[in-house]
């Protein structure tokens, strides 16, 4: 039985930003909402974001769906979510938990959505954490 290959981390994929790069002001971000974000990297390119807020807390995922490789949506209009519960591929409709973005059901099944660590600073300021290394949905 071959071995499947691991999940690649948000800071291996093109044009990840830098740790410590601003996302969003936290106050901006609908509470029980996912947000989309697009950050402008180098040459024109965006790295896609979707921000996850509840409460004082904030998570992020990659906006990369794990079975094609494409946007969950391409707009925020077109994102498909359950507050506080799920969001889903509007490609071909994988269900993922809002927590820690494993795929509940869909083509993907048992696999997640690519975590990016964030950190809040007191001036509200949401920031791709200082230390790149991955850690679990919503722990600052």
């Not at 925020?76 to 519960?85: A, D, F, N, S």
């Not at 509007?90 to 494993?102: E, I, K, Q, T």
Request: net charge negative; with cysteine.
């Amino acid at each position: 039985m071959s071995q499947p290959f691991p999940a690649p981390q948000w800071f291996d994929l093109p044009r990840a930003p830098a740790p410590g790069t601003v996302v969003a002001q936290h106050d901006a971000l609908a509470d029980a909402c996912a947000t989309m974000v697009a950050l402008d990297t180098t040459e024109g390119n965006v790295f896609r974001l979707l921000l996850m807020r509840a409460g004082p807390g904030v998570h992020a995922f990659v906006n990369r769906c794990p079975h094609f490789g494409v946007p969950l949506a391409a707009r925020q209009e077109q994102l498909l979510q359950k507050p506080g519960i799920s969001i889903s591929c509007n490609v071909h409709y994988a269900r993922f938990r809002w927590s820690d973005g494993l795929c509940e059901s869909g083509e993907c099944k048992g696999e997640s959505l690519i975590s990016v660590p964030l950190e809040v600073h007191s001036d509200g300021r949401v920031c791709i954490a200082s230390d790149p290394v991955d850690r679990p949905p919503g722990e600052l």
